[in-house]
């Protein structure tokens, strides 16, 4: 099935220069992004990690257009996003990123099948039938056993995969995850991951998640550190574990 028309490339899918985030917190200003500068490659899956506090989630906001830098750049699949107002920033996010939280956010009243539909029938021009989309992607991501069950009658893995499928449902080229894994154990937590892996190799998504959990950041291709708002480590997985002492590999 075809998921994604985007193929694992040397294309730069966000490029940030000089991104700083600073907040107002009573009288003192806090540096929550300090001068990132940022290459991710179309097809990639990265780890962000970091201490809490360390900017993480301020940077998938800024990436993913929620929020607006202090200063510097921001490029989203060749397009520089810095200055767009927020209409373009909507179209933006609505044809190019995918979102998933730590609390899955269903729509509790309707059935997995209808919560990944839904977006495909709020785009304007879409190429999908909703409901048959949905039903595939549901099923690629091992819930077709699960179409017409509500989030409370799902587990906590089984709802992330839901709301995996509905960020996939208009065929992003991006998916941004924020702790995806943080309130699943660690069993339910490695197959989230493991469907993210498979999403990344069969489509070329690229795919950018958040963790303060090194497990999972390990089971991601490149994982990038973040120590009080900057860049502090930027290294391949498969090059760690090279390096690591044998009796971690
Ligand atoms: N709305 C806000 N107003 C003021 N300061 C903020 C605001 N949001 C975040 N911050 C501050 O910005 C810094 C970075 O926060 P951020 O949420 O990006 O960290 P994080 O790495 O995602 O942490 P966690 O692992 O706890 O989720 C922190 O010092 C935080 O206190
Ligand atoms: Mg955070």
């Known amino acids: 099935m075809e998921i994604s028309g985007e193929m694992t490339d040397s294309r730069t899918v966000i490029r940030t220069r000089d991104l700083s985030k600073e907040l107002p917190l009573g009288k003192v200003v806090v540096h929550a ?27 998938l906001g800024l990436i993913g257009g929620l929020d607006k830098p202090t200063r510097g750049t921001i490029e989203i699949d060749g397009i520089d996003v810095t200055n767009m107002n927020e209409d373009q920033l909507t179209e933006i996010r609505n044809e190019k990123i995918g979102f998933i939280f730590q609390f899955f956010n269903l729509i509790p009243t309707l059935t997995a099948l209808e919560n990944v539909a839904l977006p495909i029938q709020f785009a304007r021009k879409s190429k999908f039938d909703p409901e048959k989309r949905a039903r595939e992607l549901l099923e690629l991501l091992g819930m ?25 449902a208009n065929n992003p080229p991006l998916l941004l995850a924020d702790e995806p894994t943080g309130n699943l154990d660690t069993e339910a937590g490695a197959m989230v991951m493991e469907a993210l892996q498979d999403i990344r190799r069969e489509s070329g998504t690229t795919v950018v998640v958040v963790t303060h959990d090194q497990q999972i950041a390990n089971s991601t291709d490149r994982v990038i550190t973040l120590v009080d708002g900057r860049i502090v480590g930027d290294v391949m997985v498969d090059e760690a574990r090279n390096h690591a002492p044998s009796v971690l590999k």
């Open 33 to 59: 992004l300090r001068g990132v500068n940022l290459d991710i490659y179309a097809g990639e899956m990265v780890g962000i990690v970091g201490p809490s506090g360390s900017g993480k989630s301020t940077l």
């Open 144 to 168: 077709g056993d699960r179409l017409h069950h509500r989030p409370s009658e799902l587990s906590g893995g089984q709802q992330q995969r839901v709301a995996i499928a509905r960020a996939l």
